[in-house]
């Protein structure tokens, strides 16, 4: 089912992901772009409706499923049409938690797995009102990795799942998820794991089950084996829906908040 026929361009993106550090790095709007000034209006008209705002959208999947290249593609093409879009990651490693939480992954530090759980949790919220801010300016967040990595890499350590879930509660619930399926043995194939801690195939196909777990209304699955430029094209039209959407009015909402 989830036959995989990557190629080339793979490689190329792996190191365009390494420059990709923990930032939420701001792009603003291509000065170049020949309406810039109009589609510019055109976001602050509707911004006066009162529930118009930018999407929150969510890249999730496996160890090299592809996300953080498609993230950066998904960036340029909604900046391509003029949107507001930010690139953000968790975890985000520039603030004090995110450091702890880097020097956790790359095995210089020890750390009961409840207490990294909630360091990763604690990460989000930090930056929680400053989401919500963005968002209410009309800007569109491009997630890599948000909560559901949280509770799936953890619940796959054996955790209990709702007990992961618990800190997440009450963070912003995206309006899109879109997940990049890839069998972990495809996964483990490309260029192979770095030396962070869960870049393994035992570990990578518990994950994988732990994902299965948690898909929602929000979520949109894409196969992350097809060509990178077809997954691109999928990605662009389900983010530019969900955009278009949140433009013209929508609540936000909370994360698994019954
Ligand atoms: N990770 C990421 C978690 O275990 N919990 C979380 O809440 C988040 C956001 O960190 N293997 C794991 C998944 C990854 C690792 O992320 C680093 P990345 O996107 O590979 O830099
Ligand atoms: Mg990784």
């Not at 992961?164 to 912003?172: D, Q």
């Not at 196969?223 to 433009?247: R, S």
Request: proline share 3%.
């Amino acid at each position: 089912m989830r036959e995989c026929t990557f190629g080339r361009g793979y490689k190329s993106n792996l190191f365009l992901s390494r420059k990709f550090q923990a930032v939420a790095t701001h792009r603003s709007l291509n000065l170049n772009f020949p309406f810039k000034s109009s589609v510019r209006k055109m976001h602050l008209e509707n911004n006066h409706k009162s529930d118009s705002r930018g999407a929150l959208i969510v890249l999730e999947g496996l160890d090299r499923c592809g996300k953080t290249s498609q993230s950066s593609r998904l960036l340029s093409f909604l900046e391509r049409l003029g949107y507001l879009v930010e690139s953000w990651r968790f975890p985000d490693r520039n603030t004090g938690v995110g450091q702890m939480i880097s020097s956790y992954l790359a095995n210089e530090s020890q750390l009961d797995d409840h207490a990294i759980h909630l360091l990763f949790s604690a990460n989000r919220w930090e930056k929680r009102s400053l989401m919500e801010t963005r968002l209410r300016s009309g800007t569109t967040l491009i997630v890599d990795r948000y909560s559901y990595s949280g509770v799936a890499f953890s619940s796959a350590k054996g955790l209990d799942i709702e007990w992961c879930k618990a800190p997440e509660m009450g963070l912003l619930a995206p309006d899109l998820v879109l997940y990049l399926d890839i069998p972990p043995e495809k996964a483990a194939e490309r260029g192979g794991y770095g030396g962070e801690r869960y870049e393994q195939l035992d570990f990578q196909r518990k994950v994988d089950h732990s994902y299965q777990l948690l898909h929602d209304v929000s979520w949109k699955t894409v196969d992350a084996c097809l060509p990178i430029e077809d997954v691109e094209k999928q990605l662009g039209e389900m983010a530019l829906d969900c955009v278009t959407t949140c433009q013209k009015g929508k609540a936000l909402s909370q994360l698994w908040s019954s």
